[in-house]
């Protein structure tokens, strides 16, 4: 599948999300999923890093993306300062079903 129509479909399978997931959005989805496969959880701070812009720019996009029931948050049972960051059962779905198409 070329560049053009894994795009296509990325917009397709986040239709509701398209708005807003751009690459920074993209980019944490990406690292959640992945961390997800292993069982883990994500910091925010890994997260907002995961996303190759800046601090604000990310939480802006992490926020977005917990609004739209992608990814969910926690306080670290170790830190009480830190948050924890993973995606839903639907973030986790939806990551499945594009990489399952493209």
């Known amino acids: 599948m070329n560049l053009i129509a894994q795009r296509q479909l990325r917009t397709k ?3 509701e999300s398209v ?4 690459e ?4 944490m989805l990406l690292d959640l999923y992945v961390a997800s ?3 883990k959880y994500v910091s925010v701070s890994s997260a907002c890093w995961a996303s190759f812009s800046p601090p604000t720019t990310a939480l802006r996009h992490l926020e977005q993306l917990s609004r739209d029931g992608l990814v969910e948050s926690s306080s670290d049972s170790k830190d009480a300062r830190r948050r924890m960051v993973k995606l839903t059962r639907r973030g986790k779905e939806l990551m499945a079903n594009y990489l399952d198409a493209i």
């Open 24 to 27: 920074a959005g993209w980019y």
């Open 13 to 15: 399978v986040f239709a």
């Open 37 to 39: 496969t292993a069982g």
């Open 19 to 22: 708005n807003y997931i751009g």
